[in-house]
């Protein structure tokens, strides 16, 4: 077999196991989505990845490695707000009301995913690293929120508290799914809150 054949035969296994192991990840991100983690199977990723369980277990030996691809895939598709983008807003009531709308415009375009991981989480501990990092997220929007703002002391720590409960995923389920609010009506409420909080 010539030189040119062979690495034409290496790229060609290489490519076709970057798409089974595409598949296998797609597979169980929509499982994750629908059924949860927690009731994700290693059979069910299989079957709907079209491949072997033993394939699925080459290509993710364990369910670290799994959750892993799982979730970098599915923040690559739905990547979360970019904070950076409003964080340089000066006006700290402004900067509020932005990051509260994208927030919740992401929750709206995520929540069934969001809301299996958050029920199965303590199920799961492969799932805690992606968890951790998630809540790291919210802590950077947090002080992305904080930075300006005048208040001190009690003051600062309300505030800190309201924005941690109007960034809260289930904040926004129970504003705009339980309580029928439209995203809008939920940001005005929780910015008011906010800066009520720190009169």
């Not at 900067?95 to 415009?105: G, K, P």
């Not at 300006?148 to 309201?162: D, H, L, T, Y």
């Not at 289930?170 to 005005?188: H, Y």
């Amino acid at each position: 077999m010539s030189n040119e054949r062979r690495k034409y035969t290496k790229r060609r296994r290489a490519e076709s196991e970057q798409e089974t192991r595409l598949r296998i990840t797609e597979a169980a991100v929509s499982l994750h989505g629908s059924v949860g983690p927690a009731r994700t199977t290693i059979s069910a990723i299989a079957d709907r990845a079209g491949v072997q369980r033993a394939t699925v277990y080459r290509h993710f030996p364990d369910e670290k490695s799994l959750f892993a691809a799982c979730s970098g895939h599915y923040a690559a598709l739905n990547p979360p707000p970019d904070l950076t983008a409003w964080s340089d807003e000066k006006d700290a009531g402004a900067r509020l009301r932005r990051a509260l709308t994208e927030m919740y415009e992401w929750y709206g375009r995520t929540e069934p995913m969001l809301e299996n991981v958050l029920r199965d989480a303590p199920m799961v501990p492969a799932m805690a690293e992606a968890v951790s990092r998630r809540l790291a997220y919210l802590d950077m929007v947090i002080d992305a929120l904080l930075t300006g703002r005048r208040e001190r002391g009690n003051a600062r720590r309300r505030v800190k508290a309201a924005l941690t409960h109007a960034l809260s995923f289930p904040t926004w389920q129970s504003l705009v799914r339980e309580n029928g609010l439209k995203d809008a009506e939920a940001v005005t409420l929780m910015a008011t809150m906010v800066e009520a909080a720190g009169a």
